[in-house]
């Protein structure tokens, strides 16, 4: 069964840094895009960074120039270097991997940004 298991969220005062990492479970996402979402109370899940199998990414408006998205050397696994962090940053944070189709997700992690 494939998983996605996410870790490095936690509480950060703003201006602070987190790195979010995410391993997959084989290699089945080794020539796929991976990437992180978000989704804050009362609103709904959006895209924050993704990056394919070559390196290419994309940023949300919101982040760009602050967070940084990375593949492992070994290809099953994302980061996200998150800078310069803001209350508005603050959600569950889910890693995302899309292979043959069908989407798969983490379990979430937390990241709040508070004083």
């Known amino acids: 069964q494939v998983q996605l298991v996410e870790s490095g969220g936690g509480l950060v005062q703003p201006g602070g840094s987190l790195r979010l990492s995410c391993v997959a479970s084989?290699?089945?996402?080794?020539?796929?895009?991976m990437g992180w979402y978000r989704q804050a109370p009362g609103k709904q899940r959006e895209l924050v960074a993704a990056?394919?199998?070559?390196?290419?990414?994309n940023y949300a408006d919101s982040v760009k120039a602050r967070f940084i998205i990375s593949r492992g050397v070994a290809k099953n696994m994302v980061h996200l270097q998150m800078n310069s962090l803001k209350p508005e940053d603050t959600a569950v944070y889910y890693c995302?991997?899309?292979?043959?189709?069908?989407?798969?997700w983490g379990q979430g992690t937390q990241v709040t940004v508070s004083s």
């Open positions: 995302n991997a899309v292979h043959a189709g069908v989407s798969y």
């Open positions: 084989g290699s089945i996402f080794n020539r796929d895009p």
């Open positions: 990056v394919t199998s070559i390196g290419s990414t």
